[in-house]
């Protein structure tokens, strides 16, 4: 059902976890549907310098949020914008179609704290928009 | 590595004693039952004679025993062909929110026909209210259909009770009894079941048989039109190997049922509060002891159920769960919100089942094993997090 890197992400998942002083903090999801993404992120100089996560949910949930961490470290905020749903299931070599809602909760969850470090720091980020409060219903 | 399998609700590995007995029947008696020279009729002996074995354990009629190919076509046909049948006497049927989906949308399709449904409500142990269920019965009910066992949480109706309710009233009574058989004892006498429907590879018969009791004089249309098998109420030419597996593993199970009950309750209720004492934040979904001997359904908060098969996979553990993830949906299972769970703990759910081959040591291995996956995907939630926050401030 899973391919071998959705399996080994969700093994081994990379950024578990939480930063001591985070930048930036996105939650999205909700119980009801059964996943609960949180990402923070630390930002220096426009530049995403580390991100953990912490995820409620099944193994695709876990496996897209180590996924979508993994690919916005190190990149500058634009460049994270470009981290699209799209892209982190293309870098777990794809998901089933029902867990499809997954790689768009890992998305939202990212916008969700660059969102919220923009907000702390009186920014505007171009091409960025206020997070969904429920996206429980987004498919 | 050797899976150590806590599913046998979902299925169970044929018996050898069944295997045996059945083998015969796809080479050297591989007649057609209705061919009228030997080979056809020594077919047609195997399957009468099955026919009797599953109407003693019942405690029916032979001719009130019709093979079918599995416990969904028996419910299907058990709903609709006494829909049809009594359409002009009544448009009424009650049944409950916990029942198998084979009922549960047989129901809906039969809403969409002009029938109106009573989705009866369950308590929190899941069991229905012979109050409520005498309250909802008009005079254009024709048919209550309640399950023996619930394939999730295990829980037992009161049949006989719901049975002397529908014989009081005048109303047909159809039990999905698929998880059930073999397992719990059932008599369609003394419970006065009108309709009861079974599945084989529940109890280490084949998958792919099934059957349904029909009481004699009971009004239904039949189902698959054809040729004139199963009194011509059920079409097809019949499943001779299976039904011969069926009929096999009924009478084992009926044989063995008091000592095999004794042993997976032990079994069962170590599993249970071992899991319970071992891991926080848990709890037990259905009636503790009006239960299935093999069923054990388990809620932990804030984990999702399939993340936590997944990794019970990875130990070599098959077991399953109430979680949406594993069903295909966004909503985790309606018998677990129907007995009033949150969401939250409905996605946590997981369903262990014990069967004939289970061991106390593989039931030390779940105990041993699980803790630590409950608690390393804790590490990873948001919520146990928010949790864990909150009671820190509290007790600061």
Not at chain 1, 19 to 38: E, H, S, T, Y
Not at chain 2, 21 to 27: L, V
Not at chain 2, 49 to 67: K, N, S, Y
Not at chain 2, 167 to 185: E, I, N, S, Y
Request: glycine share 8%; proline share 4%; charged share 20%.
């Amino acid at each position: 059902m899973y391919s071998q890197k959705v399996m080994d992400h969700f093994m081994n998942p990379r950024n578990m976890g939480s930063l001591a002083q985070p930048d930036g903090v996105g939650r999205v999801g909700n119980a009801k549907c059964g996943d609960i993404m949180q990402v923070e992120l630390s930002i220096q100089d426009d530049v995403i310098t580390d991100a953990k996560f912490k995820t409620f949910g099944c193994g695709a949930a876990i496996a897209t949020s180590s996924m979508a961490t993994e690919l916005v470290k190190g990149k500058t905020i634009q460049e994270a914008l470009q981290v699209t749903n799209r892209a982190v299931m293309e870098a777990l070599d794809g998901l089933p179609p029902v867990k499809v809602h997954c790689s768009l909760l890992a998305e939202e969850a990212l916008h969700a704290a660059l969102w919220d470090y923009a907000q702390k720091n009186g920014l505007e980020i171009e091409g960025l928009e206020a997070p969904v409060e429920d996206i429980g219903d987004h498919h | 590595m050797k899976t150590i399998y806590f599913d046998y609700a979902a299925t169970s590995p044929v018996r050898n004693e069944v295997f045996e007995e059945i083998k015969p029947y796809f080479s050297s008696f591989f007649g057609n039952p209705s061919s009228i020279y030997q080979l056809g009729q020594e077919a047609k002996q195997a399957i009468e004679t099955a026919r009797q074995t599953v109407a003693r354990v019942l405690g029916g009629r032979t001719d009130e025993i019709f093979f079918t190919s599995c416990g969904s076509e028996s419910d299907n046909w058990a709903l609709r062909g006494v829909a049809e049948a009594l359409q002009q006497k009544g448009n009424h049927i009650i049944t409950t929110k916990i029942e198998h989906h084979a009922v549960l949308h047989t129901a809906q399709y039969l809403e969409r026909h002009g029938f109106t449904v009573t989705y009866l409500d369950v308590d929190q142990d899941g069991l229905i209210s012979l109050e409520e269920l005498e309250k909802a019965i008009t005079p254009k009910t024709i048919l209550i259909s309640v399950m023996a066992a619930n394939n999730e949480i295990g829980t037992l109706q009161p049949l006989k009770e719901i049975g002397a309710i529908a014989k009081r009233h005048g109303v047909l009574f159809h039990t999905d009894a698929v998880q059930a058989v073999g397992h719990v004892p059932l008599d369609v006498e003394e419970m006065q079941i009108d309709l009861l429907s079974l599945s084989g590879h529940k109890l280490g018969a084949p998958k792919g048989i099934g059957a349904l009791y029909i009481r004699k004089g009971t009004p239904i249309h039949p189902f698959l039109l054809g040729g004139g098998q199963e009194k011509k109420q059920r079409a097809g030419t019949e499943n001779v190997a299976s039904i011969v597996g069926l009929a096999k593993a009924m009478a084992l199970a009926a044989e063995e049922m008091e000592e095999e009950t004794a042993r997976l309750t032990v079994l069962r209720e170590k599993l249970i509060n071992g899991l319970l004492e071992k891991i926080p934040h848990s709890q037990v979904n259905g009636h503790r002891t009006k239960r299935l001997p093999g069923n054990c359904n388990l809620s932990f908060a804030f984990v999702e159920g399939e993340s936590i098969l997944m990794l019970l996979d990875a130990a070599g553990i098959a077991a399953s769960s109430g979680s949406a993830c594993t069903s295909g949906s966004l909503d985790p299972s309606h018998v677990l919100l129907a007995l009033g769970l949150s969401h939250e703990l409905a996605h946590g759910s997981v369903r262990f089942t014990l069967g004939l081959g289970t061991t106390e040591e593989e039931v030390d291995y779940v105990l041993e094993v699980l803790p630590d996956i409950v608690a390393r995907l804790r590490e990873m939630s948001p919520l146990y997090e928010d949790f864990m926050k909150k009671t820190k401030e509290e007790t600061v």
